[in-house]
């Protein structure tokens, strides 16, 4: 029996009419190794045939093939595509945020440890997607993928959003100079930062702060899924476990989202 790809969906935009989406978690694909087995990156090191149908069965969960899916080469910035009909992997621009007001066009971010947010403005039609680093998130990849949908006609506080699987803040310990920057934009950050174990580093919540970057924006909603993509080995692939571990590569969560109507 082929097992199905699983999507992990949040209240605040599954209840939006004519919007379907989904964080997939790595169950349900066919890849080995270091990628079992829903690997959804091309990059990633693993068989692109493999890859492939993985997609495939990914969009099988919105009734689409992977021709549909749309995804771009993320670079930890803040540009933002405006997609109206897919695009083949090798013609896949550079950007990190993605918008449509095409039905049928799935939004794809690719993400292990980073947040996928995906949003939804159910009334005009429009949607989008962003892969958020931290860098992209200090510098307003959420901000630009939110105005790039006003432009296509939403309304910013009729959007909602959704905060998929990333690393929590027990999983992402970081060195002594890296709160700094946040502090220079803004010392009430230094409330996502708690002091680890080893003197001089901090664990950081950065769920905590793309949840706060998205509530000054004024949108309807900001839903979020509750995970931790270090620990949860089975449901996830994560960049750091696989950084402690020496492991070369991990694959890639995939999280979509598609206007029906």
Same mark, same amino acid.
């Given at each position: 029996?082929?097992?199905?790809?699983?999507?992990?969906?949040?209240?605040? !935009?599954?209840?939006?009419?004519?919007? &379907?989406? =989904?964080?997939?978690?790595?169950?349900?694909?066919?890849?080995?190794?270091? +990628?079992?087995?829903?690997?959804?990156?091309?990059?990633?090191?693993?068989?692109?045939? %493999?890859? @492939?149908?993985?997609?495939?069965?990914? %969009?099988?969960?919105?009734?689409?093939?992977?021709?549909?899916? #749309?995804?771009?080469?993320?670079?930890? =910035? #803040?540009?933002?595509?405006?997609?109206? $009909?897919?695009?083949?992997?090798?013609? &896949?621009?550079?950007?990190? =945020?993605?918008?449509?007001?095409?039905?049928?066009?799935?939004?794809?971010?690719?993400?292990?440890?980073?947040?996928?947010?995906?949003?939804?403005?159910?009334? @005009?039609?429009?949607?989008?997607?962003?892969?958020?680093?931290?860098?992209?998130?200090?510098?307003?990849?959420?901000?630009?993928?939110? $105005?790039? %949908?006003?432009?296509?006609?939403?309304?910013?506080?009729?959007?909602? #959003? #959704?905060?998929?699987?990333? *690393?929590?803040?027990?999983? +992402?310990?970081?060195?002594?100079? +890296?709160?700094?920057?946040?502090?220079?934009?803004?010392?009430?950050?230094?409330?996502?930062?708690?002091?680890?174990?080893? /003197?001089?580093?901090?664990?950081?919540?950065?769920?905590?702060?793309?949840?706060?970057?998205?509530? /000054? !924006?004024?949108?309807?909603?900001?839903? $979020?899924?509750? /995970?931790?993509?270090?620990?949860?080995?089975?449901?996830?692939?994560? +960049?750091?476990?696989?950084?402690? &571990?020496?492991?070369?590569?991990?694959?890639?969560? !995939?999280? @979509? *989202?598609?206007?029906?109507?």
């Amino acid at each position: 029996m082929t097992a199905s790809a699983v999507a992990l969906t949040v209240d605040a !935009l599954g209840e939006l009419k004519g919007i &379907r989406h =989904g964080f997939f978690t790595r169950t349900g694909g066919v890849s080995e190794g270091l +990628y079992v087995s829903l690997n959804c990156g091309f990059s990633a090191g693993d068989d692109p045939e %493999m890859v @492939a149908v993985n997609r495939d069965r990914a %969009m099988a969960a919105f009734d689409r093939t992977a021709d549909a899916l #749309a995804t771009v080469c993320q670079v930890h =910035g #803040a540009r933002v595509a405006a997609v109206e $009909r897919p695009w083949s992997h090798r013609n &896949r621009p550079v950007a990190d =945020g993605l918008v449509s007001g095409v039905p049928g066009v799935v939004l794809g971010v690719l993400t292990a440890d980073c947040a996928p947010v995906l949003f939804a403005d159910g009334a @005009a039609g429009v949607i989008g997607a962003a892969h958020v680093g931290w860098r992209g998130a200090k510098d307003g990849v959420l901000e630009a993928t939110v $105005r790039a %949908m006003a432009d296509l006609g939403a309304r910013i506080d009729n959007v909602t #959003a #959704a905060i998929g699987p990333c *690393i929590a803040q027990g999983s +992402y310990e970081v060195g002594p100079s +890296y709160p700094e920057p946040f502090l220079k934009q803004d010392p009430a950050n230094r409330g996502f930062f708690r002091s680890s174990r080893r /003197a001089g580093h901090f664990l950081f919540d950065f769920a905590g702060y793309v949840t706060r970057r998205l509530a /000054a !924006l004024g949108l309807k909603e900001v839903g $979020r899924l509750g /995970a931790d993509t270090c620990r949860e080995e089975q449901r996830f692939f994560s +960049y750091r476990r696989a950084t402690l &571990r020496g492991e070369a590569y991990t694959g890639r969560n !995939l999280s @979509a *989202i598609v206007l029906e109507r």
